[in-house]
């Protein structure tokens, strides 16, 4: 337990606020921002958003840049390297994101600014890594969070004495890294914001003797804020929010058993204004409607029937949750099925080979609709499909073929990105992108397209945003609809309804069963 004392200093303490920034004129950032020495050259004007966070940049090297997707917080980084850079205070950077796709839209971004730096993007083996960096001397280096974990570390035994084995840092790795860089750059800094993983451990020591730390994200946390206290740590070593996630938790989080054991740690609403004087300390938040006015976005939902043979087969599911009695992993499995009978097959695991394959049923409705939608689509309009399940990628595909569809398609098998990408954007007969989201949900730039298709839904609320965001951001021009295909009274519709209240559908259902009864989810 943490002393009342302890608790009451760390209520108590001074805290920043920069929200008054957002409310000078134009005229009055341009002064402030054209008066820091030496003083910075723009080859394209900045918004009011970069205004700001340029000049917080320059006068706090440690920050949080909590923008709005859309808004331009990639290039509101690279402007600050490049000043840091070209005025001689570093060196290098280096920019950390969440999967491939994203370093691949920081090298676009990079090229599309012409900032003028040497750049190194770093994907492929360790060892091809290593060698990129060895004579690289200045400029902007871009990596995944977990790749560049898995660099400076290695495989050693597991504390439990079993046969498997974790990563650790090697110190002289991690030692080379801190000297190499005089800046590290956070991008989708939710992605950082458990403390027990090894891409936090080795961000955290790299981060530690870097002049300039900041974390970038659209949204630091869904429905529980737990995550934020890591994201700042890493930034501002605890000056927002405390040097230890115990004495956080304590302020603002009350604990309680939870139903597999364990504590879970529900957030004292009662502390919310303490909370958000703390989260302004070193940050500030833009909404993308105070840097630009966007076009209308539309949502819209399109509801299937179950064929009886599927229905009986998700009844026996939901079967299965109501009756786990607590047991995990038989609920995630029975979850996980439950989404792939809405899409039109279910996953089995061959008992001799212990290989997993796919069983189709013979009508999938959902299918059938989004063909249907996408050959009703308007004479010029592009659309982009986002999937989860690897079959459900592979059976858009066989289906756009079969009805002589032109598509191009971005997934984990996919070799050349950029081509098809580019192809997508530029193309006047490739009008349909079909995406895996977990490998094109962030990063993308595809203002192109102004129509959108969830052929399933990501769970999370933060994943769900990303992916949205690839088409109404910054830059589109037209107005953008974005269709869920829902099977009726199935757990598609129940994943949509909890990402209004920024919650994930699986958490909840391990926390509560009973929001299943009766054969379907409740609406």
């Known amino acids: 337990m943490i002393s009342p004392l ?9 805290a920043d606020d920069f929200r008054w920034l957002k409310t000078l004129p134009d005229a009055q950032l341009d002064e402030w921002l054209y008066s820091i020495k030496p003083t910075p050259k723009f080859k394209e004007p900045l918004n009011r958003a970069q205004k700001v966070g340029f000049i917080l940049g320059v006068a706090h090297k440690q920050f949080v840049f909590h923008f709005e997707m859309g808004t331009g917080k990639s290039r509101l980084t690279l402007e600050l390297l490049k000043w840091y850079i070209e005025n001689g205070y570093i060196d290098r950077a280096l920019v950390l994101a969440n999967a491939d796709t994203v370093v691949q839209g920081w090298q676009d971004e990079i090229l599309r600014w012409d900032i003028g730096l040497p750049f190194k993007i770093l994907l492929g083996s360790s060892a091809a890594k290593w060698d990129m960096l060895e004579s690289f001397n200045l400029g902007i280096a871009v990596a995944t969070h977990v790749g560049f974990a898995t660099m400076v570390s290695e495989l050693v035994p597991s504390r439990t004495g079993k046969s498997d084995r974790r ?138 029937m179950f064929p009886e043979d599927t229905l009986r087969y998700y009844r026996r599911c939901v079967d299965e949750i109501l009756h786990s009695k607590g047991n995990y992993r ?29 069983i189709e049923f013979p009508e999938n409705p959902k299918l059938d609709l989004l063909v249907e939608l996408l050959q009703e689509l308007p004479e010029g309009k592009k659309a982009v499909v986002f999937h989860e399940f690897k079959w459900s990628g592979r059976q858009i595909a066989n289906a756009l073929k079969k009805a002589k569809i032109p598509f191009g398609q971005l997934n984990a098998e996919t070799k050349d990105w950029d081509r098809v990408k580019n192809k997508f954007n530029n193309s006047d007969t490739d009008n349909i992108l079909v995406v ?72 909840a259902l391990v926390k509560d069963p009973s929001l299943i009864e009766e054969g379907f989810v409740k609406e």
């Not at 097959?345 to 212990?354: A, Q, R």
């Open 6 to 14: 302890a608790i009451s200093d760390y209520l108590n303490r001074e």
């Open 167 to 304: 990563y650790k840092p090697v110190r002289e790795h991690v030692d080379y890294m801190r000297k190499k860089f005089g800046a590290v750059v956070i991008d989708e800094s939710t992605r950082v914001g458990n403390n027990k993983t090894l891409a936090f451990e080795v961000c955290k020591q790299v981060m530690q003797s870097a002049d300039i730390r900041y974390a970038l994200a659209g949204r630091l946390f869904g429905r529980n804020p737990m995550p934020v206290w890591a994201q700042f740590y890493l930034v501002d070593g605890g000056d927002s929010f405390g040097p230890t996630l115990g004495l956080f938790r304590e302020v603002f989080f009350t604990a309680k058993r939870g139903y597999f054991g364990g504590m879970e740690y529900t957030f004292n609403k009662k502390r919310e204004p303490e909370f958000q004087r703390f989260l302004g300390h070193r940050s500030i938040y833009f909404a993308i409607d105070e840097v630009t006015d966007l076009p209308e976005l539309v949502k819209v939902r399109k509801h299937c």
């Open 330 to 358: 038989e609920m995630q499995n029975a979850f996980l099925r439950m989404r792939q009978i809405s899409s039109g097959f279910v996953g089995v695991i061959d008992d001799e080979e212990g290989e997993t394959t796919e």
């Open 436 to 507: 895996s989201w977990r490998k094109g949900g962030y990063g993308l730039n595809l203002q192109a397209a102004s129509y959108m298709f969830f052929f399933e839904s990501p769970v999370g609320s933060i994943d769900r945003d990303q992916c949205e965001r690839r088409i109404w951001r910054q830059g589109q021009r037209n107005r953008c609809f974005i269709y869920d295909l829902l099977m009726k009274d199935s757990v598609d519709s129940r994943i949509i309804m909890f990402h209004s209240h920024a919650a994930n559908l699986f958490e």
